[in-house]
């Protein structure tokens, strides 16, 4: 069973900084490319980063570019996301997504972590 | 970047109804497009992939179509489990834009 888990979430005052990890199982990590999407309180989704297999192509929102860094360990089968210089508006629900390729999108969703920045 | 717009933002629909959700892309995705349901508190669900593939365990009253810029999702007859906001997402080219959702409520 493909599992994503997510953790790392907290409350963080604004101008700070949070990692983020994402564990997965039930598959071949390694194989995949990996997402994070966001989900502001009451708000819709929206895209902020994806690496390549081996982690040798990324790709960043501009809302988040120069501020955060995805990367993964494929020995670990975890996926991160380094958040710093928060601001209010980067408070959401991250979630870490599995990308099955052209076929078939994104298929496979964490349950979330949460992100408060306070200010 | 290539913007999807989806509409309604919002439908008001009785349990037995057939209702559709379309969504448009700014510029041709052939047919790379995903639907994904969220209710509160969860994490989105796959329902379509590739604009018309039913993913596995997913009722058949879900149906999507489309191609190019134009798509739809047509749930036949509304149960109560499907009260919920559903999304469209492409992912021709990065970054892999949403809609802005579409809140399907109980009339």
């Known amino acids: 069973e493909v599992q994503l888990v997510e953790s790392g979430g907290g409350l963080v005052q604004s101008g700070g900084s949070l990692r983020l990890s994402c564990a997965a199982s039930g598959f071949t990590f390694s194989s995949y490319v990996m997402h994070w999407v966001r989900q502001a309180p009451g708000k819709g989704l929206e895209y902020v980063s994806a690496?390549?297999?081996?982690?040798?192509?990324?790709y960043y929102a501009n809302s988040v570019k120069d501020r955060f860094t995805i990367s993964r360990d494929n020995s670990k089968n975890t996926l991160y996301l380094q958040m710093g210089s928060l601001r209010a508006e980067d408070m959401a629900m991250y979630y870490c997504?599995?990308?099955?390729?052209?076929?078939?999108?994104?298929?496979?969703w964490g349950q979330g972590t949460l992100v408060t920045v306070s200010s | 970047d290539i913007q999807m717009t989806q509409s309604p933002s919002t439908l008001s629909a009785s349990v037995g109804d057939r209702v559709t959700i379309t969504c448009r892309a700014s510029q041709s995705i052939s047919r790379w497009l995903a639907w994904y349901q969220q209710k509160p508190g969860k994490a989105p669900k796959l329902l379509i992939y590739?604009?018309?593939s039913l993913e596995s365990g997913v009722p058949s009253r879900f149906s999507g179509s489309g191609s190019g810029t134009e798509f739809t999702l047509t749930i036949s007859s509304l149960q109560p489990d499907d009260f919920a906001t559903y999304y469209c997402?492409?992912?021709?080219?990065?970054?892999?834009?949403f809609g802005q959702g579409t809140k399907l409520e109980i009339k």
């Open positions: 997504a599995r990308y099955s390729g052209t076929y078939r999108g994104v298929d496979y």
């Open positions: 997402q492409h992912y021709d080219s990065s970054p892999y834009t």
């Open positions: 690496i390549s297999t081996n982690g040798d192509r990324t």
């Open positions: 590739k604009a018309s």
